[in-house]
């Protein structure tokens, strides 16, 4: 099965810094790669994706990028803020007869230090 | 709108009781699935429903049951409970046209003594 790893486990950057999160996937048949964010307590929301035929991706202060020969991508947030304070998901799907199979990585930690 | 609603959100359990976790979206949402949460290991999926009437084991499926009653409804089940399924659980839904975004439920937090 489909099996994502994801780095750092966890990450501290000082307010207005930039936060890289890595993750490689190992099922080249996935398609599919979103981006959850999960504040304390409370439950994950997607805040970007990012499909197959697509190299990169940018909404504000986010991006994603995928390379897909390497079986990996990336989470970008620029000029962090406080509130960008959370755990961040990546993971890695496929389709089968319109049910996407997700896997997730462990998650990353993040913290901005005002 | 309430999307995903999961109950209920807490509960202490002895070891050997049983119990039923509910779930239920109003989303017109044709899959759904349970993730249980625990810390440094990510979401693992325990059991997931690809439409009305069918479901299928995920990678951590041991010691759990489910039933799809119907498109907005998916429980899950622990017959006899263990410590080591002390956790947070999650259910989510997804249209199942292959957009591929989940919608998770508030979270249950379950503690098996």
């Known amino acids: 099965g489909e099996n994502v790893e994801q780095h750092p486990s966890t990450l501290s950057v000082q307010e207005g810094d930039s936060a890289v999160i890595k993750c490689t996937y190992s099922d080249s048949a996935s398609n599919y790669f979103p981006w959850y964010k999960q504040e304390l307590g409370k439950r994950p929301q997607l805040i970007i994706d990012i499909r197959s035929n697509v190299g990169e991706k940018k909404d504000q202060r986010i991006a994603v990028t995928l390379n897909k020969t390497a079986k990996h991508f990336s989470l970008h947030i620029t000029e962090t803020q406080p509130e960008d304070s959370a755990v961040y998901f990546c993971?890695?799907?496929?389709?089968?007869?319109?049910?996407?199979?997700?896997?997730f990585g462990t998650g990353t930690k993040l913290q901005v230090i005002p | 709108n309430a999307g995903v609603t999961q109950t209920p959100k807490f509960q202490v359990l002895k070891t050997g009781q049983s119990m039923t976790l509910q779930c239920a979206q109003d989303m017109n949402h044709n899959s759904m699935y349970w993730y249980r949460q625990d810390p440094g290991m990510g979401l693992r999926l325990i059991y997931y429903s690809a439409s009305e009437g069918t479901t299928d084991k995920g990678e951590v499926p041991n010691g759990y049951n489910v039933s799809r009653l119907n498109k907005r409804e998916f429980s899950l089940r622990l017959e006899s409970a263990a410590p080591s399924q002390t956790s947070v659980y999650f259910c989510?839904?997804?249209?199942?046209?292959?957009?591929?975004?989940?919608?998770f439920g508030e979270g249950s937090r379950l503690t098996v003594l």
């Open positions: 993971a890695a799907s496929k389709g089968s007869g319109g049910y996407q199979k997700v896997t």
């Open positions: 989510a839904s997804s249209p199942g046209d292959g957009t591929g975004e989940l919608f």
